[in-house]
């Protein structure tokens, strides 16, 4: 039968009558499930590109569209997914166009359909080519349809698996098109009156926390029974409750993201208003719920001396980013949780790293008040957050992509030096003399002046409570080290003087060049090497 396949597809490729259509569809899915070989006859053969090309003229109301759908699936799950992503981007996004359409506007087991379909396509490891494809195109259709069908089947009584998807499909549309996604139209053609643009984000958000609970809860099951018998918790069933979590942690961080906006934009004329007050309260109020729910995971993992585990590391992160706007929310709880925090690790990593990353802008934020400094120190914040800068500045040690966790651990440095003074103590200033050496040798070699700044910044401050001499005496702390740290000061010193402030971080730069100028002048005398290279300059 697998000699019929090119001429079936031929026979498709050229019209016929709809009887016959029909019949070479079945025919084609009868042996693409009967023979081993089917599949990839029907692949080679072009059956991606035709089922493309002619999925938006078949009718809806017939079996031809479910045959499709579910040759395609079975590609997509039968071949390596790494050809068919990297082929055929542009094919696949149109039959996701495709199914998002039927998936919105349809009410019958095709909806089903549908919905599996963009699950199998979207949620592939390779699928970054599809996205993109679909990126580039007008998403104002595709992705209203897609909304219109995930807040239908939010709305019903449906199969638990069946919610996982449309969820799914939630966090894929927003890593497409944006967070706003979740305020957009929702257009129902069995509803009559008109649907609030907060629908979807409410039903969202509130199926996405109940998923939370039960997932936490689950997960906090299995970690106990593993470590009673001392077994791994590396199972199929585990990776797969990991997943599920990651998809509703990243819906929740979607909605914190949209309600931080909201709150930034609410003054502004340019800005739609879709959520009434009343509904950004109920969510704001959801929000601490469920923060509370994934901390008390967390203490539930320090009290069994659990800090391993990707879901653990996704836990630190979420709360990161709810801290990241309101720095003091739970703020007993997030004081006893928080050196535990600092020490999660990823399932691959071979020392906390991550969860310093996610935490850098809460701690920010805390350093710039005493009682913040105060617990910056006594969690260990301040060894985390010096270790994960100077990985960052070690060679090799950092990407493009960092430039922000950078520049927020520098800020954090910074903060805790002027705010926390009277909590430096033997052992953190140990620590600060062996960054010196580090932070200067990185930045001098710098030709952004904000670098520069920053690290001259800290340098000076740093510099205020000692000596040349007894800088020499620490065990960490080298000649070299000095001499790096007297190039730094003379090029952040000297550059100004040259007008090399950039214009876009120009009034930032000022407030670091004078942190610098006015720690010169107290300090200037007590170190030597420093202040005959600047002489020597000027």
């Not at 016959?20 to 053969?45: H, K, T």
């Not at 301040?382 to 070690?394: G, N, Q, T």
């Not at 003074?421 to 010196?436: I, K, M, P, T």
């Amino acid at each position: 039968m697998l000699p019929f396949i090119p001429l079936l597809l031929q026979i498709l490729s050229k019209g016929s009558a709809s009887s016959i259509i029909e019949d070479c569809y079945e025919f084609l899915y009868l042996v693409a499930n009967a023979q081993e070989d089917g599949i990839r006859g029907l692949y080679e053969s072009g059956g991606i590109q035709l089922f493309a090309s002619q999925m938006p003229s078949l009718p809806d109301g017939t079996n031809v569209v479910k045959y499709a759908m579910e040759l395609v699936q079975l590609m997509i799950s039968k071949l390596p997914a790494g050809e068919i992503y990297v082929q055929y981007p542009s094919e696949l996004a149109m039959l996701v166009v495709e199914a998002a359409r039927r998936f919105g506007l349809l009410h019958s087991d095709l909806k089903f359909k549908a919905l599996h379909l963009l699950s199998v396509i979207l949620s592939s490891q390779y699928s970054v080519p599809v996205r993109e494809a679909l990126r580039s195109m007008d998403s104002t259709v595709w992705s209203t349809n897609m909304r219109a069908g995930v807040v239908a089947i939010l709305n019903s009584r449906v199969a638990p698996a069946d919610k996982l998807q449309a969820l799914f499909l939630s966090e894929c549309a927003i890593s497409i098109v944006g967070e706003e996604w979740l305020t957009g139209p929702v257009e129902l053609q069995h509803i009559m009156d008109p649907i609030p643009a907060s629908r979807c984000i409410q039903l969202v958000f509130e199926t996405s926390r109940v998923e939370i609970s039960v997932l936490l809860n689950d997960l906090a099951y299995l970690r106990d029974e593993a470590s009673k018998s001392c077994a791994s918790l590396s199972t199929e069933t585990t990776a797969s409750k990991c997943r599920n979590l990651g998809v509703m942690y990243s819906l929740i961080e979607a909605v914190i993201k949209l309600i931080s906006k909201y709150g930034d934009d609410e003054e502004s004329s340019d800005v739609d208003v879709t959520i009434s007050d009343s509904i950004l309260m109920k969510i704001i109020s959801g929000l601490n719920e469920t923060i509370s729910v994934v901390l008390e995971y967390l203490q539930d993992a320090k009290e069994h001396g659990q800090n391993r585990g990707d879901d653990l590391l996704a836990s630190v992160r979420i709360i990161g980013r709810y801290l990241a706007e309101t720095p003091d929310a739970c703020r007993e709880k997030v004081k006893e949780l928080l050196g535990f925090m600092l020490s999660v690790q990823g399932g691959d990593e071979v020392r906390p790293f991550y969860s310093t990353c996610f935490l850098l802008p809460m701690l920010c934020q805390i350093t710039m008040r005493s009682d913040g400094c105060e617990l910056f120190v006594s969690s260990g914040a301040f060894e985390a957050v010096i270790e994960y800068l100077r990985i960052l500045i070690s060679p090799g040690g950092g990407t493009a992509e960092d430039d922000g966790a950078l520049f927020l651990a520098c800020d954090t440095v910074l903060n805790f030096l002027l705010n926390g003074a009277q909590l430096r103590s033997d052992g953190v200033d140990a620590s600060l003399f062996e960054l010196l050496g580090a932070l200067a040798g990185w930045a001098v070699k710098a030709n952004d002046y904000g670098i520069i700044m920053m690290a001259s910044s800290i340098c000076a401050v740093i510099l205020d409570s000692t000596s040349e001499e007894a800088l020499l005496g620490c065990k960490d702390v080298s000649k070299d080290d000095v001499n790096q740290v007297s190039q730094l000061m003379r090029k952040s010193l000297v550059g100004y003087g040259k007008g090399l402030v950039g214009d876009g971080r120009k009034g930032e730069e000022v407030d670091l060049y004078e942190i610098v100028a006015a720690g010169y002048c107290r300090w200037g005398n007590r170190f030597p090497s420093i202040k005959g290279a600047i002489e020597r300059e000027t």
